[in-house]
């Protein structure tokens, strides 16, 4: 089992900023908000052999595994995190390693997951091309990203020190799609009714809230740390960008299959 509800300070990665991790009260939107996409493909991944590229922390990882995977293989470049996870979750297979570069034999996965990680790379269409390698013909990929539209917007450079390149929805279309996949869906992550309240209660948005607080030193008030730490995955919704304002979206979330 993946235990995210009850990590011991000992058991916690370093929060850098760099990656969201789970069991720290403050960090919890977005843990969930990472969470979430993961839930949401729990269904594809039972009795297929998965890639997690990217894999942070590992709880992803785990959460495929616990959902039935018949192999879960992961990769990060990140030493700290590989040891992590390898103590961690013992269960599962770790490679460090280059995501431009994996160190897995063609065609010997049926699922690639890359969640909340294109952004940090430099060269994001090698990266696709080495997904399309280690695919089987027919294999997918799930890809999830922040939206650079409301991420950074009204910028062309990331206002996250970590990220390298952030994309819209028509971007993240163009590098699949060059990249010798067919784009199945374009989802987008948006905050559902409880996450609105909440948005009204923080003067129209509770991320804001967050972001300018640390970035001020202030402590949280009482309710907000309660708020924040009173989020669930459930609280977001993953809608169809046929069904919805994908540039409104929080994260844009792509599902693709090798051609």
């Not at 990249?179 to 991320?207: C, N, Q, Y």
């Amino acid at each position: 089992m993946t235990g995210l509800e009850s990590l011991d300070a000992d058991q916690q990665l370093a929060l850098t900023g760099e990656r969201t991790v789970p069991g720290i009260p403050a960090e919890n939107y977005w843990f969930r908000r990472h969470e979430i996409a993961y839930r949401h493909i729990l269904d594809r991944c039972a009795g297929r052999a998965v890639l997690e590229a990217g894999s942070g922390e590992g709880y992803g990882a785990a959460m495929i595994a616990d959902a039935g995977a018949s192999s879960v293989v992961c990769v990060d470049y990140d030493t700290s995190a590989v040891e992590h996870t390898r103590r961690r979750y013992p269960g599962l297979i770790v490679h460090q390693g280059n995501l431009i570069d994996l160190p897995l034999a063609d065609a010997s996965v049926d699922l690639v997951v890359n969640f909340q990680v294109i952004e940090h790379l430099w060269d994001q269409a090698a990266f696709i091309s080495e997904c399309r390698r280690v695919l089987r013909p027919g294999g997918e990929l799930l890809i999830s990203t922040p939206n650079r539209i409301t991420f950074s917007p009204g910028r062309d450079t990331p206002l996250n020190p970590f990220h390298t390149r952030e994309l819209n929805a028509a971007e993240l279309t163009e590098l699949i799609v060059d990249g010798g996949f067919t784009l199945e869906a374009m989802l987008g992550v948006h905050h559902g009714p409880r996450l609105v309240a909440l948005d009204e209660k923080w003067g129209g948005s509770l991320i804001d809230a967050q972001i300018e607080r640390a970035l001020a030193g202030e402590p949280w008030p009482a309710d907000l740390v309660d708020d924040v730490a009173g989020v669930t995955a459930e609280d977001f919704a993953v809608l169809d960008a046929r069904d919805s304002d994908i540039d409104a979206s929080l994260d844009l979330f792509a599902v693709a299959t090798r051609d």
